[in-house]
């Protein structure tokens, strides 16, 4: 099978036009196959916040009411997704940008309401691997926003990571694939004051023995959580890194 | 060749929900292949209002500033494309929506200041119709904003009615194109006080006729114009009519 590189950034990265800038150029040098997947979730805060709709998080996810979903559709759908089209396309990447919505390629369904009701959340059901493959097969590179939708009419928030984890799992039949999560560091920390001391390689086993010992906390759970469940699925290596080395692989490997 | 139709509605009918969900089910009864290309200048005069911009028209165009570029990237390329794309797919049309930039379908440049600075508004110089051609060959259709890109990574505003003038030029080369410019009107009325008025067949004499004796003015005459211009570059036919014809294709026929 070819070799198919997906990369996640968050938003803070896409959203600055010198970090965009560099990004998008270290992106390119990705040899092969590839996929970006982004968030934006600053931007949102700040153009609700001009629009006089407060942010509300939980357990550091969006609560997604009626009004915040006009704004994310916005400014995911359109204002970053279509400025990293617009800078790839520049540089001779092909880029297409996407929802879950377009070409149907991922489906879910509105979070159900438990102790907290986080409203116009996706979970994702369905990825219609084939036409994203069909795509890439022909050097077009798919840039993903978080939004899905419900096939019937109503398109959902849906967290970057997820929608990485979820692609990467359903392209992992087509291609062999490395899922590369970005975030401010050069991988996951031993030591959080240290920024050289990057875990080399995780198993599931040392992740609980972190997870125990408080060494890893925070957003980095669910986000190895995802890695996990994306190689027990098939992905062929999950690698955590910063966004100036994705096209170095360094960082740190996720593999069982 | 294959019969192609392309519709281009206005901002108004994609903004109500209740006119958008008839337009999106009348759309679905088209048969053949087809494209959507939609506006949403209401939307993004309202949303920029509400961020404290203001929005400034000249000759009925939008003057398009860095901040107002923003306002019409998040609402042309993310909130009304979105919203078309989710309620296509609900009705099983399978949606894509696109913006220039995407698959770098569309290249503009920036207008050239005259006397009037229109700001990031751009001018159409190349359409990939190629690429476009092979999705809609496979039963994709697009769904196009009104946004053009440089392909030196700035997105540009570019007017609905020209993005479907010139998309519609470039596919006649690969289908039998029909391009319907929707308004609120059944037609070109011979009397503006009279909705049945409608002239069901114009020609360039006629046409000029018209202008001279003023009973077609304002904003029908640079639709009209691009009208003349598609046929001449090979578009089968132009029709103008009003949203909930576009499956019946009455309206006014636009010919040599």
Redo the contacts between chains.
């Keep these: 099978m070819e070799k198919l590189t997906i990369v996640k950034v968050g938003g803070k990265i896409v959203e600055e036009p010198t970090s965009l800038k560099q990004l998008l150029t270290d992106f390119s040098k990705i040899e092969g196959y590839k996929v970006l997947v982004h968030g934006g979730g600053r931007s949102a805060t700040a ?1 609700a916040a ?3 709709i407060e942010s509300q998080l939980v357990n550091g996810r969006r609560v997604t009411d009626a009004e915040m979903l ?1 704004v994310v ?7 970053v ?3 990293i ?3 790839l ?2 540089i001779g990447v ?6 879950g ?4 390629y991922m489906r879910s369904e509105k979070r159900p309401v438990k102790d907290v009701d986080y409203g116009f959340v996706g979970d994702v059901k369905e990825v219609n691997a084939g036409i994203l493959a069909d795509l890439i097969s022909k050097g ?1 590179v798919p840039v993903l926003a978080p ?1 899905t ?1 419900d ?5 959902l928030n849906t967290n970057a990571d997820t929608i990485a984890g979820e692609a990467a799992k359903a392209l992992a039949k087509h291609f062999d694939v490395t899922l590369m999560y970005c975030f401010e560091k050069k991988g996951v920390l031993l030591d959080e004051n240290d920024d050289e001391s990057v875990i080399a390689n995780l198993t599931p086993a040392l992740f609980k023995q972190y997870v125990l010992e408080k060494t890893i906390n925070g957003g980095m759970i669910p986000k190895l959580e995802n890695s996990f469940e994306a190689i027990n699925a098939g992905v062929k290596q999950v690698v955590i890194t910063k966004a100036d080395q994705i096209h170095t692989q360094n960082g740190t490997k996720i593999t069982i």
Tied chains: 1, 2.
């Design positions: 153009i001009k629009l006089g006009k559709t916005m400014v995911y759908g359109g204002l997704n279509k400025q089209v617009a800078g396309q520049a092909n880029a297409l940008g996407l929802t919505a377009d070409l149907n077009i939004l939708h096939n019937a009419g109503n398109l």
